[in-house]
Each structure stands twice: as C-alpha cells, then as structure tokens.
C-alpha cells in the first residue's frame, strides 16, 4: 500500500474487510441447475458456472444435491423421523452422514436442520 494517501488506505482496508453475503438461490437459478442437470449431467458443475454468476461450483452441487435432485425426500418430517434422528443422534452423535443410512432419500443435511430445529423447539418448550 505504499504511495497511498490515509483515505486511499482506509478505503483499501474497509473494502478487504468486507464479508460476503449470503443470498438464497432464486427460482431462476434453481430451474438453470435442474435444466443443466437434465442436459449434461450431475458431474460437470464447473460448466454451469458461466449461467450463474456469484456461484461457486460447490454452490451449485450442494443445492443440486440437497435440495434439487429428484432423489432427495422433501415431504413433511414424520413424528417417527424426529424420534429416529434423536435416537440415532444420541446413540452415534452428530455423525450426520452415518445416520443419514437410516432414513429414505433425506439427506445428511437436512437431517442435521431438523435435529437442530428439533433441539430449539425443545429449548424453546423449556423456557415456556
């Protein structure tokens, strides 16, 4: 930073500072992944990168692979799912992908937001 004035410095530091947002996929973006996905596959996702500017190709898989895909279970959480993740959690710990196995098509993510979910309910009840 040498040769800049003390405004030009703070501007420089202030900008480095910043932290990016997190922004939520769009409607829009989602239908670009389902369509990618449909044309080229689900192995490729360096290729999509140019359609969805501000996304990584991790981004993408993950949405993809947790949210999009036709594989993954996105029906409402039954009273057994909840009592199995608690179970399963106190028995193995929070070892997400391990007790993923024990449920049809959901994921290891959403298995870890609904415990936490199930969790502040439960702090929530408590404080009541």
Not at 43 to 63: A, D, F, N, S
């Amino acid at each position: 930073m040498q040769g800049l004035s003390c405004i030009d410095q703070r501007f420089e530091q202030s900008s480095m500072k910043q932290k990016k947002t997190k922004n939520k996929f769009t409607e829009v973006e989602d239908n670009i992944i389902k369509q990618f996905v449909q044309n080229y596959g689900a192995h490729t996702w360096g290729r999509v990168i140019p359609l969805l500017p501000g996304r990584t190709p991790r981004q993408v898989r993950e949405r993809y692979v947790n949210y999009l895909s036709p594989n993954v279970n996105l029906n409402e959480w039954t009273k057994d799912e909840d009592e199995l993740i608690l179970k399963l959690v106190a028995q193995f710990g929070k070892k997400w992908a391990y007790i993923s196995r024990s449920f049809n098509q959901r994921t290891d993510v959403s298995i870890k937001n609904r415990y936490f979910l199930l969790k502040r309910k439960e702090q929530k009840e408590i404080r009541n």
